[in-house]
């Protein structure tokens, strides 16, 4: 307790308390984080800059979280902050020790050490100022006296703790800072970087990387962990990684810093981690993306509920849109990459009988749905199920211009459509589900397609290009998703191309496996990335 006195004016003075007794200190300002809602933290350095500012309230002003002298109710939280002692060393102009030599060193295990997951206290839950014991690879909150990374080193006898935002590594219950170039490995898989000179090298990459385990991995080729029954998210960003100029943007964090989506910044950081050639593991966890899906999609989307790929990457693909584009231009590195317009000719009957109405509109588009034709209903001679096929282009016919395409929502109409604008990755959706009052019905018809040199003017009428430019409508398939089973059941898996040497790949989940790109057409295709040719 403070001990106070009463002056000739009959004020009451309290007694400071000296320097080397424990103080409740308020918590950190807090810092304009996009992080924030999943994802926030101290920094060592933040609470120095309060020092310098005399932001510090000492135990006069704040006793066990009553209201001090200045007024305003702080609650106590000196157990979680940074040590006490660079508090006390910052008012005395000191700076905390930094040592390389730290004893403790060969006992961090890289084992044990993933950040994939939310960075939450172990025993508090909370997500403010969070350290993982680089020993045993659990997270604690704060480093000071009463915190529980300082508990936990007293009690488990692990010494070594890097800061998850800072990326510094502390030695408790010492309390001095390593310095030490064979943590920085450690900081590479925390938080990976990449320089524009080595996301522009990343396509010519042909090099494996080996996991601690021994296991060799390509990186960007990494699996994903099914965290229940979220295969319909891992086939989208396996197929999203696949565009160049999505994944340079967000390889790049100083592209979108400004921005304060939690669900950009986490898309950004797994992005960076499949695409990282210093892994400790072959494998990444979407799990704080998930987070982030959950929240900004108000639980539309959610693990542990199977999904449409097909409406998460519309969602998926609008939200990052809204939360990138610029205030002054409706555009992003989305609308770059896939936005498309279409001509739309619709025709309604009129109120007089007999009179056609006919409506033409221009829509951007990010995706074309695709109908396929309804199966046989018999079967053959050898009364076996005929399976049935049908060419790409015979269902691209929908977009000529001609083709009558018959709605009955939000009115009957006849709805015409023509392309006025291709876009640089053309995504197709195959509608191949369709519900009625009981159950959900799967059309079964394969889709003949190329892989390669799949050339649009000759089935759909395209705009004649600006004078002095060529025609380009030209693509080539970079990922072509299928689904296995049942419909409202079954799993779904992804073709990807590698364009380093043109070699595809398998990928469902955790499984990656090269295969040819004859197999890539045999399954029930359900959504394709086309990228245009740049010749």
């Known amino acids: 307790m403070n001990r106070k006195r009463k002056d ?58 009553k209201i001090g002298d200045n007024g305003v109710k702080e609650e106590e939280e000196d157990d979680y902050s940074d040590d006490e002692q660079d508090m006390f060393q910052g008012r005395r102009n000191r700076q905390i020790e930094i040592r390389r030599d730290c004893p ?8 044990v050490l993933d950040f994939d997951f939310e ?33 936990h080193s007293l009690e488990a006898g692990h010494h070594v703790y890097v800061n998850l935002q800072t990326e510094k590594v502390y030695c408790l219950p010492d309390g001095y800072e390593i310095n030490d170039p064979s943590l ?61 100029p999505l994944r340079n943007f967000f390889l790049i964090p100083e592209n979108y810093q400004q921005c304060k989506s939690p669900l950009v910044h986490r898309f950004g950081e797994l992005t960076r ?47 990052l849109h809204a939360d ?28 007089e009988h007999g009179k056609v109405v006919m409506e033409t509109t ?17 079967k053959d001679v050898m009364e076996k199920n ?52 009981f159950f959900i019905e799967k059309n079964p018809t394969l889709v003949n397609f190329p892989v390669k040199n799949l050339e649009l003017k000759d089935y759909i009428p395209l705009p004649a290009p600006k004078e002095n430019e060529k025609l380009r409508s030209k693509y080539d398939l970079i990922a072509n998703i299928v689904h296995d089973g049942k419909p409202g059941e079954g799993v779904y898996r992804v073709f990807v191309q590698r364009k380093s040497e043109e070699l595809w790949y398998e990928m469902q989940d955790l499984h990656v496996a090269e295969t040819l790109p004859q197999m890539v057409a045999l399954s029930e295709t359900y959504m394709q990335i086309y990228e245009l040719q740049q010749q």
């Open 104 to 111: 403790y060193l060969d006992t961090v295990n890289r084992q």
């Open 324 to 351: 990138l584009r610029s205030s002054r231009s409706n555009t992003s590195i989305i609308y770059k990459c896939f936005q498309g317009e279409l001509e739309v000719v619709k025709e309604t009957h009129g109120a």
């Open 362 to 378: 221009r829509m951007p588009f990010l995706m074309l749905g695709l109908d396929l034709p309804p199966p046989p209903l018999f």
């Open 8 to 65: 000739d004016d009959g004020k009451i003075e309290v007694k400071k308390p000296k320097l080397d007794r424990e103080s409740s200190l308020t918590p950190p300002s807090v810092i304009d984080n996009p992080l924030l809602p999943l994802a926030s933290y101290d920094d060592d350095d933040d609470e120095e800059e309060d020092i310098r500012r005399g932001r510090i309230i000492n135990e006069d002003e704040q006793i066990d979280g």
């Open 273 to 319: 981690k499949i695409w990282h050639a210093r892994n400790f593991k072959g494998q990444v966890s979407p799990h704080e993306f998930l987070q982030a899906v959950m929240k900004a999609s108000k639980k539309r989307f959610r693990i542990g509920a199977q999904s449409d790929p097909v409406e998460f990457i519309s969602w998926l693909l609008n939200t």
């Open 184 to 244: 920085d490995d450690i900081r590479h898989v925390l938080n990976p970087r990449f320089s524009r000179d080595q996301v522009v090298q990343l396509e010519k990459n042909k090099q494996w990387s080996r996991a601690l385990d021994g296991s060799d991995y390509l990186p960007g080729m990494v699996g994903l962990n099914n965290i229940k029954e979220t295969d319909f998210v891992n086939v989208i960003i396996q197929s999203l990684m696949r565009v160049t």
């Open 119 to 151: 960075k939450f206290c172990s025993v508090s839950l909370s997500n403010l100022n969070v350290y993982a014991c680089l020993v045993c690879g659990k997270y604690y909150q704060g480093r000071g006296r009463k915190s529980h990374a300082y508990t």
């Open 386 to 437: 005929i399976i049935p096929q049908v060419p790409l282009f015979n269902i691209l016919k929908k977009f000529d211009g001609e083709s009558i395409t018959e709605v009955v929502r939000p009115s009957i109409a006849r709805m015409r459509y023509r392309v006025t604008r291709l876009p640089q990755y053309l995504i197709l959706h195959m509608r191949r589900f369709t519900k009625n009052n």
